[in-house]
């Protein structure tokens, strides 16, 4: 079994998050007591928030990219970086190691494609829903890739750096989310990408018609499968 380098902490909830899913497939697969190897980087998120509000986004790279050193150093095979928002600093993390990085738009485009989907709707922080760097990376696959609009885009991001980061779940905020979810219907979208890993923390399957991609657990139990793969 390959050993797992995850840099988390962005939030702490959802990194404990992508822990339980990882080893509940290990467990699932290999039985008995068998349990996931991993190394663990967790960042002081505050740190991180702080580069993204300035726009210093070379500072959370070269963080990332000492993170991911630390992880490899300490035996990581592999890293997975537990959050979609700092993907925007995916390549300082591939440039600062000479382990893999599997990346969390690619992996979810994957499963997306694998369901024969191709128009589907993207909720996350404004920096993945309004810049390229996460579009990007689904568009080149094939996927065609509607966001909402800015009223609804400032109230999505707002409820995830003040509510689900915090782990405040309630029940008006995810009321809101899903009449987002229901204009992606209007407009002929065929999945919706959970594009932040604590949205599904509020919103599950069962509350929609329109399927949900998690991209926390599709990572995570990517990560797993290649751990063993």
Partial sequence: MKTIGLIGGMSWESTAEYYKIINTYIKNTLGGLHSAKCVLF???????????????????????????RSLESAGADFIILCTNTMHKNAEAIRQAVSIPFLHIAEITAQ?????????????????????????????????????????????????????????????TSKERYLKVVDLFKSQGVEAVILGCTEIGMLIKSEDSSLPFYDTAFIHAEEAAKYALG
């Fill in 42 to 68: 967790s960042v002081d998120f505050d740190e991180i928030e702080t580069c993204q509000v300035q726009g210093d986004w070379e500072k959370s790279g070269r963080l990332l990219g000492e993170a991911a």
């Fill in 111 to 171: 499963a997306i494609l694998k369901d024969g989907k191709r128009r589907v709707g993207l909720l996350g922080t404004k920096y993945t829903m309004e810049e390229d760097f996460y579009k990007a990376q689904l568009i080149q696959r094939g996927l065609e890739v509607i966001i909402p609009e800015k009223e609804e885009r400032d109230f999505i991001n707002r409820v995830i750096f003040e509510e689900l980061c915090l782990g405040k779940i309630k029940a």
